[in-house]
């Protein structure tokens, strides 16, 4: 009895480390070796599973570091079925969604309403919560203006009165005032016939009226520029520069590590050499601000990072696998007192990595272990194809022969959600594979990776996702959280 | 009549890399450390429409053709010449595809201008292939009919499929991993060789490799390809006792590429590098000569066709290879032996073992009936029926 009982307990322990993996990479979207077909009708098998069996694990995930698409699912799935739910779980529950909620960007809790009012879910739970998400939203007539179908859908669905007569009738009557009391919402009505007002708005509702006006797109870019978000400005600061408008001027220093990677990597060779010093030092910045308090504290880490053809993603995910592995290797490089990396191409300017050619993973992990490091992070998407199966055999002797008594850790991370395995696909079974999203969160994969050597009980888990549940719900002081990703998104 | 010579194909400078997969697909990549010096390809893109190529007067040769190459030798050889930047893209200055359906080639391979070859891969083999006795009967004994004599053996119609109608094949070569230094690829699916494809520039590669899904598979790769379940990684093995060191793990490591280059050019490959080929100049240029070769038609084996770029040591620079299926081997067994007896119907059965009669009804199922004068082949279909019937 004791023994079956056990035996269920790993399963349940494999499954939902398994999920959380999932939860981490996968998207929905397009990868490089399935297509977003594949890649959904997947990832919706895993949430029903997962909800149907182990409904408290799931809502556990939420205080894991998953990503926008997959907290957003798992909201769904847990308000869709709030009926299956005890009274304990669903005030946890409750709890979790609603700080997952404050976290998301406004733009995916809006898509999440849309779904929801497509599913049919509105029972009296769903609305308190929105209710209590749309109260916290810090500028209404922002959202109005910015997310006017977005919010008008959530008041429809959720029978609420709009924040204040004149928001309202903005959203609902925009031709009964002739003038609006709130600037930006007078900004917006303006902008219909008056150009200068429309540089008022943000730069998403401000592109829709230039187009309506005709106006040229350099000109609208160095208009709009002010107005832009911290995203935005990194995202348009190339095309704005082609189009002569110079003011679109991101601030390299304030970038998150992973989107800071994803930006040089966006970039044609000759630029990367011509601005080397501040990207470089962009990069170590951004790095040593994720690093915080660990910094230096890793010692000695060897890194195996993947810049074959596969890591070039798909069109949906452009180079997503070289940027999580180009951010993890200046992270690392923060985190470390003595670093190695090396690419699988055998290059060694990170800063002008590309992804060609194939996967020699074996030799560069025979390379990395004979620096004798003491931690080995290996970024791969796991397909070891020259020799196939090489690094498999290498990490098991490793193991087995020349260092049985684990002196060297050996973490394998992993960006690419593998449809057709329900899992990041792994290297070898005695090495543990972590999800991997951002680079920013690598720390606590690490942390987390130790569970999937597949020998940890269910007990462990358990305790594990109440620590991060409690330290999720009531967040310490923010001087020793790193700062979360989101995103003064609505500051403008 | 061009000259003939017998030989194998000769690899040499290409290596063999570890293989990658992908369902019924595995891809294995030659490597070469130098590049040939002194020959590089172009793609000359003639767009979707439909090809046809002039062959003589009389007849023309109609299939599908994605593309045609042009074959650059560069005239000093040095070797910044040869990989210069200057020749890489040729195929922008051609015309652009016109509204015009149709496109004569006057020749399938023609000289243009001084130093450069132009010559349609697939279509070489395959005519090689249909016009091995495109003449018909050299000898007009009475059995052959009037139409045989007269037209040979027309319509020359075989069955290929692109690589885009092959399930699987698309999906392996976008996903395909190319190697620095890759010439070449031999392409299996269900674990038999479809096809070998090797260029002398590992650049002229990289350009080619996405044409490969546009190229002609023979039926039998289309069969596999449909049939055939995902088939097993050959993984690497390391036996754990006796390493003691991570330079012990490196060189068994290392060990584990060169046995598997051993095991595929022994084991995998036997079929394409083993047997004899005929081989048939079509075009010297410089040190480079391109020829066809034919293989020696034995049936339930490998048999490939294809077109060959060697220089003056033999090498191979350029090599594209089509697999027969078993009813065309069978067909070209049945014409070469014809041949091989100046088309005389009771020597050839004599040599092939059986009665006159036999082998008219054998070259009736062939497909090739309507050879044969009517009267005769109504008397061999009698005698097939016993002397009873009457």
């Keep these: ?492 | 009549m061009t000259p003939r010579t017998t030989g194998t194909l000769d690899l040499t400078g290409l290596r063999t890399g570890p293989a990658q997969l992908w369902g019924a697909v595995r891809l294995v990549p030659l490597l070469r450390e130098e590049p040939v010096a002194g020959l590089r390809l172009h793609r000359r893109a003639l767009g979707e429409e439909h090809g046809v190529v002039q062959v003589d007067r009389r007849t023309t040769y109609h299939s599908y053709l994605p593309h045609a190459f042009v074959a650059d030798r560069t005239g000093d050889g040095t070797p910044v010449a040869t990989y210069g930047t200057h020749l890489t893209d040729d195929a922008a200055a051609g015309p652009p595809p016109a509204g015009m359906p149709l496109r004569l080639h006057h020749r399938l391979a023609k000289r243009e201008g001084r130093g450069r070859l132009r010559f349609l891969p697939q279509h070489l083999a395959l005519e090689g292939y249909l016009s091995l006795h495109f003449g018909g009967p050299s000898v007009v004994w009475e059995e052959w009919s009037q139409r045989a004599v007269r037209q040979g053996l027309s319509p020359r119609a075989e069955e290929a499929w692109t690589g885009a109608q092959v399930r699987g094949l698309a999906d392996a070569l976008r996903l395909f991993e190319i190697h620095p230094g890759q010439c070449g690829l031999l392409l299996y699916l269900g674990d038999t060789l479809a096809a070998a494809f090797a260029v002398p520039h590992p650049e002229d590669y990289r350009a080619l490799h996405p044409t490969l899904v546009q190229d002609l598979y023979g039926e039998q790769v289309h069969h596999y390809a449909t049939l055939m379940p995902p088939l097993p990684d050959f993984r690497a093995r390391i036996a754990g006792p006796g390493i003691r060191s991570v330079a012990g793990l490196r060189a068994a490591a290392r060990r584990q590429e060169e046995e598997w280059a051993a095991f595929h050019d022994s084991t995998m490959a036997a079929g394409l590098l083993g047997p004899a080929y005929a081989f048939r100049t079509v075009r010297r240029l410089g040190p480079f000569t391109l020829s066809r070769f034919l293989p020696g038609f034995r049936r339930r084996e490998e048999n490939h066709i294809g077109e060959i770029i060697t220089d003056e040591a033999g090498r191979t620079a350029y090599l594209k290879t089509f697999r027969l299926s078993e009813k065309q081997v069978r067909r070209g067994h049945l014409l070469d032996q014809l041949a091989a007896h100046d088309w005389h119907l009771a020597r050839t059965a004599a040599a092939l073992g059986t009665g006159e009669a036999q082998l008219g009804l054998r070259l009736e199922s062939a497909g090739f009936g309507a050879l044969l004068r009517q009267d005769v082949l109504d008397h061999y279909r009698r005698q097939a029926r016993g002397p009873g019937a009457r």
């Excluded at chain 1, 070898?428 to 940890?456: Q, S």
Aim: charged share 25%; proline share 7%.
């Design chain 1, 1 to 492: 009895m004791a023994t079956e009982e056990s035996f269920g307990d790993l399963v349940a322990a494999d499954d939902v480390l398994l999920f959380v993996n999932a939860a981490i990479t996968a998207t929905g979207q397009r990868e490089f070796r399935s297509e977003a077909g594949e890649q959904r009708l997947s990832l919706d098998f895993l949430h029903s599973y997962i909800l149907g069996n182990y409904r408290e694990l799931y809502a556990a995930v939420l205080a894991l570091d998953v990503n926008d698409h997959n907290a957003a699912l798992i909201v769904q799935g847990l308000l869709a079925t709030a009926g299956e739910a005890t009274a304990a779980q669903r005030r946890t529950e409750g709890r979790l969604i609603a700080r997952r909620l404050a976290l998301l960007p406004p733009q995916r809790v809006y898509r999440l309403i849309r779904e929801l009012r497509r599913a049919k879910v509105n029972n009296r739970r769903t609305r308190a919560i929105l209710r209590d998400w749309l109260a916290a939203r810090p500028d209404p007539a922002l959202d109005a203006v910015k997310y006017r179908a977005g919010l008008k859908l959530a008041l429809r669905h959720t029978h609420l009165a709009p924040p204040g007569a004149e928001l309202g009738d903005f959203l609902f009557r925009p031709a009964r005032r002739s003038a609006f009391a709130t600037p930006l919402l007078d900004s917006w009505r303006r902008a219909h016939y008056q150009q200068s007002a429309l540089y008022e708005l943000p730069y998403s509702v401000a592109e829709g009226f230039a187009a309506k006006h005709g106006i040229t797109r350099g000109t609208f870019l160095e208009k709009i520029a002010p107005r832009m978000t911290r995203q935005e400005q990194l995202r348009l600061q190339e095309s704005g520069r082609r189009h002569g408008a110079e003011a679109v001027r991101a601030d390299l220093a304030r970038m998150p590590l992973t989107r800071l990677a994803g930006y040089v990597l966006g970039l044609p060779t000759d630029d990367r050499v011509r601005r080397r010093a501040e990207l470089t030092e962009a990069l170590r910045a951004a790095a040593r601000r994720a690093a915080g308090p660990h910094r230096g504290s890793w010692g000695r880490v060897a890194a195996v990072l993947d810049d074959s053809f596969s890591a070039t993603g798909s069109g949906q995910k452009r180079r997503r696998p070289l940027t999580a592995a180009l951010a993890c290797h200046f992270l690392l490089e923060a985190l470390a007192a003595e670093y190695t990396p090396l690419w699988t191409s055998g290059r060694t300017d990170a800063l002008l990595v590309h992804p060609l050619g194939p996967t020699p993973l074996g030799l560069r992990i025979v390379d990395a272990l004979d620096t004798a490091p003491e931690r080995l992070l290996i970024v791969s998407d796991g397909w070891d194809n020259a020799p196939p199966g090489l690094a498999a055999e290498v990490l098991r002797v490793w193991r087995t022969r020349l260092d049985p008594d684990g002196r060297t850790s050996i973490v394998h991370l992993n960006p690419v959600y593998d449809a057709e395995d329900f899992d990041v696909r792994r290297l070898a079974p005695t090495v543990p594979t972590a999800g991997l999203r951002d680079a920013e969160d690598l720390p606590t994969l690490v942390g987390l990776a130790r569970f999937a050597e597949g020998r940890t009980g269910l007990p462990e888990l358990t305790a594990y996702l109440d620590e991060r549940t409690r330290a999720f719900l009531d967040p310490p002081a923010p001087a020793t959280t790193p700062v979360p990703e989101p995103l003064p998104e609505d500051a403008r």
